[in-house]
């Protein structure tokens, strides 16, 4: 399956120009796509509802939206109340079905300078053809190590209560008539995740290290509730993978800030993973990643 994360700096592509068709044409064709920094109703972005124009430009998806940012930007029109909300977050986008969605307020520290926003993790449980999977399209805060440290911690520890915790609901229907399930069987909520989005943080960094863990001796390790980086396992590894350029102190950096994280027990299905380096129409490039979710679980996946 192919998987997509793009920060697309909500329509504003590092030529300055927006164009929220841009991002879509780039993450089209895609099984699952993560995207990072889509609003609602900014000015800076012309009020538009960004998660419903790209429901539009990519017809054929489910999506789920979850805004980490909230203020309200109501107005009166002609004596009547417009309620409406000024929003910031991600958004998750898949061919196949999302079965449940939930987002994760992630920790914030009060800043004195510079601005800083809340940040936020969504969640999606999506059921593949190698079992169940939480998909998770994440925005880590930009400002301090320490404060990812916290954000990290935190989605760490949701992690591992997953499978303990369940999904939206559990149990057997003791009112069926009132039809909290629908009918449907408990939903799942796996262990099996994949973590995706723009981190703030570069490899070999401490938050890095928290995630993927330290490896000195056993560099290919994998545990079952843990993560490796998608690209470190790769079949196909990639050359220059950096996912964003910036000048600082007078010289062009190349970073990689954008990653994609994988359970263990996929560690050995990652066929390959790049960046679109050179695109436009952000300031971040995509990164792309083919993953085998297609093999069930002992028929040849690992």
């Not at 895609?30 to 972005?45: N, P």
């Not at 079992?131 to 805060?141: D, E, N, Q």
């Amino acid at each position: 399956m192919k998987l997509v994360s793009y920060n697309i700096q909500y329509g504003f592509g590092s030529d300055g120009r927006y164009d929220l068709s841009r991002a879509a044409r780039i993450v089209d064709g895609a099984d699952i796509i993560a995207l990072q920094e889509v609003e609602r109703h900014w000015q800076r972005s012309r009020f538009d509802d960004q998660p419903e124009l790209l429901s539009r430009l990519l017809p054929g998806y489910h999506w789920v939206y979850g805004p980490a940012f909230d203020m309200d930007a109501s107005e009166r029109r002609d004596g009547r109340l417009i309620n409406r909300r000024r929003q910031f977050g991600t958004m998750v986008l898949s061919k196949l079905p999302i079965v449940w969605s939930r987002l994760h307020a992630l920790p914030m520290r009060r800043t004195l300078r510079p601005l800083n926003t809340r940040n936020a993790a969504l969640e999606c449980m999506i059921r593949t053809p190698a079992g169940p999977v939480r998909v998770l399209s994440l925005h880590l805060a930009h400002i301090a190590a320490e404060e990812r440290l916290e954000q990290i911690d935190y989605l760490l520890a949701e992690h591992r209560r997953a499978p303990s915790e369940g999904g939206p609901w559990s149990g057997i229907d003791d009112e069926p008539s009132r039809n909290w399930t629908s009918g449907e069987i408990e939903p799942e909520n796996p262990l099996a995740a994949i973590w995706m989005g723009d981190f703030n943080m570069e490899p070999g960094g401490a938050e890095y290290r928290r995630i993927v863990g330290r490896t000195p001796y056993h560099r290919g390790a994998a545990y079952l509730d843990g993560f490796v980086d998608a690209a470190a396992v790769a079949i196909e590894p990639a050359g220059d993978f950096h996912t964003h350029e910036k000048i600082i102190d007078g010289r062009l950096a190349k970073r990689r800030l954008d990653h994609c994280f994988v359970g263990g027990a996929f560690a050995g299905r990652v066929r390959s993973v790049r960046s679109d380096i050179g695109e436009v129409a952000s300031d971040h490039f995509p990164v792309r990643v083919d993953i085998d979710l297609e093999t069930p679980p002992g028929l040849g996946g690992r």
